[in-house]
């Protein structure tokens, strides 16, 4: 008896100090975990951004993230559009194996969602190690099912929390698509209920006044396509009605992000969490608020990105008043690359001088040059990421597995995953990074294999001109260039190297058809 007594105590104390143990150990996992906040910028190009070599628009906060941390000079977007890069961004797959981002064209705002709630993303990884998730800004990833027509006005689901988000406040899709209003947690937020919203790409709907019928009543003039519904004196691409007290103002939109990233931070700051702070700079239209406008001379557009570069030294102004700085990790990239002019006459074309936006590469965003996808891309963090420069190709779709590496989150192999396990490269402790990527222009697909890029025959779209399209041809043999000594893509030489061209032509097809 007596020996049971004994014996069952020091069971007792084994398990006790088992569960104490384990207890410990998890506290000091979530202790280390750092913070992640992932800055998506809309349209930014390589050349708009200071420590990429752009001088005509001041940007001290980006610059200062990359002075303390990695700067990457290959870093890509999977995509030249918004839908197919946000979709790998969060899910680490190519878009081109995606039934709806495949077709390489942008969501309208009443799209359903083209995320499988079922498939690993990047927030729901971070939430099964106990991150807390939020997204503030652009989604454009579609919402609800493809079987139900979406109803507005009435919990809108699925969306960002079906994906991994355990917070969400983002408009649908665009800045310049309808619905122009604010979702919050599946709710459109302000919504009367005696003014439903409804919303239409197909045709005309309600009574407000379209670009179309009134361009007296804009701002700016807009091409055909943005003459839709006028919103706060903006023609927007699609038609609504309703949700008169719901809609959004252009002029102060940066400030409301702004204030949800800082109160998600605040509010989370006890245990780890993920933030994806999707900014809608510089996308059209660019509608500064008064207090950034004329702050560059390239008008408009360089203004919003003074003021997305505003906005990033509160974050960490908000961080570091928060204690929190050291151990975050903050990523600042963009969807794709820049347009000057995007279908609004705001001026940034006529006043865009000498500037390149996409720096020295050819192109820009809807291109397979580099200027469609090789964009800013750095990663910062104190105690995690050490000071540099890497030459070496990072995809957008490698935040999934590294940051699983990182923080010890598990992804289920029940999905194809493009998405490289590259975590030394981004915190600086190796140079070693993709072997190849491909990029997904709109109507063609790249690759870059090394030094080389190959394009296969067809038509790459150049860089933007005022309404117009301009195409560039690569014929039978494709085109080849070594990037090192000719960045810009200007000297084809699939036919002093068909045999590389061919190995990369190839390995692209290879990507392509793989299940
Ligand atoms: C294009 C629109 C552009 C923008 C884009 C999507 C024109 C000339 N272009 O069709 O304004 O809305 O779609 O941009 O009208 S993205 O960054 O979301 O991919
Ligand atoms: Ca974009």
Same mark, same amino acid.
């Given at each position: 008896m007596i020996f049971c007594i004994r014996e069952m105590k020091h069971k007792i104390k084994w398990m006790v100090t088992i569960v104490l143990v384990l207890l410990g150990t998890q506290m000091v996992l979530s202790q280390e975990n750092p913070n992640i906040i992932l800055i998506y910028a809309d349209?930014?190009?390589?050349? =708009?951004?200071g420590c990429y070599?752009?001088?005509? #628009?001041?940007?001290p906060n980006i610059n200062k993230l990359a002075e303390e941390g990695m700067r990457f000079t290959a870093g890509y977007a999977?995509?030249?559009?918004c839908t197919p890069s946000r979709y790998s961004i969060l899910t *680490?797959?190519?878009?081109?194996?995606?039934y709806r981002a495949k077709q390489e064209k942008v969501l309208p *705002?009443?799209?359903?969602?083209? #995320?499988?709630?079922?498939q690993p993303t990047l927030p729901a990884m971070l939430k099964g190690v106990g991150y807390t998730t939020g997204l503030v800004g652009k989604w454009?990833?579609?919402? *609800?099912?493809? +079987?139900n027509p979406l109803d507005w006005n009435t919990f809108i689901t699925p969306g960002p929390n079906e994906v991994g988000f355990d917070y969400s406040y983002h408009m649908?899709?665009?800045?310049?698509?309808? @619905?122009s209003v604010y979702i919050e947690n599946g709710y459109i937020e302000n919504l009367d209920s005696n003014d439903p919203v409804q919303v239409s790409y197909k045709k005309p709907i309600g009574n407000d006044p379209t670009g179309l019928s009134? @361009?007296?009543?804009? +701002?700016t003039q807009t091409n055909i396509q943005h003459s839709g519904t006028i919103v706060n004196g903006v023609g927007r691409i699609g038609w609504m009605s309703g949700g008169k007290s719901a809609r959004w103002k252009d002029e102060n939109m940066g400030d409301i992000y702004l204030n949800k990233v800082v109160n998600f931070i605040e509010k989370n700051k006890k245990k780890p969490f993920f933030l994806f702070?999707? !900014?809608?700079?510089?996308?059209?239209?660019?509608?500064?608020h008064p207090r950034f406008k004329? !702050?560059? !001379?390239?008008g408009v557009r360089g203004d919003v990105v003074v003021q997305l570069d505003w906005n990033v030294g509160q974050i960490v102004k908000s961080l570091k008043e928060n204690g929190l700085y050291e151990n975050t990790i903050i990523v600042f990239t963009s969807d794709n690359g820049p347009a000057v002019? =995007?279908?609004?006459?705001?001026?940034a074309y006529e006043k865009n001088? =000498?500037?390149?936006?996409?720096?020295?590469?050819?192109?820009? +965003?809807? !291109?397979?040059?580099e200027g469609g996808c090789r964009v800013p891309f750095i990663v910062s963090g104190p105690n995690n990421i050490q000071k540099g420069v890497s030459d070496a190709i990072i995809s957008q779709a490698d935040l999934l597995a590294s940051f699983a590496d990182l923080t010890g989150g598990k992804i289920s192999d029940d999905f194809e995953i493009d998405?490289?396990?590259l975590i030394n490269l981004l915190t600086g402790k190796s140079n070693k990074g993709r072997e190849h990527v491909v990029l997904q222009g709109v109507g063609i697909k790249s690759i870059r294999k090394g030094a080389w890029k190959y394009i296969p025959p067809g038509k790459v779209r150049s860089k933007g001109s005022i309404d117009e399209m301009i195409f560039d041809y690569i014929g039978n043999e494709g085109a080849l260039f070594?990037?090192?000594?000719?960045p810009s893509e200007t000297n084809n030489l699939a036919s002093k190297y068909p045999q590389k061209a061919k190995e990369l032509s190839l390995l692209l097809n290879a990507e392509l058809s793989e299940k």
């Open positions: 349209d930014i190009g390589y050349g =708009d951004i070599g752009g001088e005509a #628009i001041p940007t999977t995509a030249s559009t *680490g797959q190519y878009p081109f194996r995606n *705002g009443n799209a359903p969602l083209i #995320i499988d709630p079922a454009h990833l579609g919402l *609800g099912s493809p +079987k649908a899709a665009t800045n310049d698509r309808v @619905p009134h @361009p007296e009543l804009l +701002k702070y999707a !900014s809608h700079e510089n996308h059209v239209p660019r509608i500064p004329g !702050s560059t !001379s390239l002019y =995007d279908g609004y006459y705001d001026g001088g =000498d500037h390149q936006p996409t720096g020295p590469y050819r192109g820009g +965003k809807y !291109s397979a040059w998405s490289q396990n070594f990037l090192p000594e000719d």
